[in-house]
């Protein structure tokens, strides 16, 4: 998710448990902000990132999408 949103794809993020959509959301955000305060990544980099990340309540938001991508953590 973090690097289609960083090539500016609209990406959705979706997870059946809503405890881990948020928490994967957040991890993504703040990868984001330590880049940023290394200076690797400038505020408004980071910032068109994140515009372009969502968490996806479910499945039907994705209705629309070109490219679907299963990722599981294990």
Not at 35 to 48: D, H, P, Q, S
């Amino acid at each position: 998710a973090q690097v289609c949103a960083e090539a500016g794809l609209r990406t959705l993020m979706f997870d059946a448990d809503a405890a881990n959509l948020e928490r994967g959301h957040a991890a993504v955000l703040a990868a984001w902000d330590k880049l940023a305060a290394r200076g690797k990544r400038t505020g408004e980099e980071v910032a068109r990132f994140a515009a372009n990340l969502h968490a996806a309540p479910g499945l039907g938001a994705a209705a629309d999408a070109d490219v679907v991508i299963e990722a599981i953590y294990e």
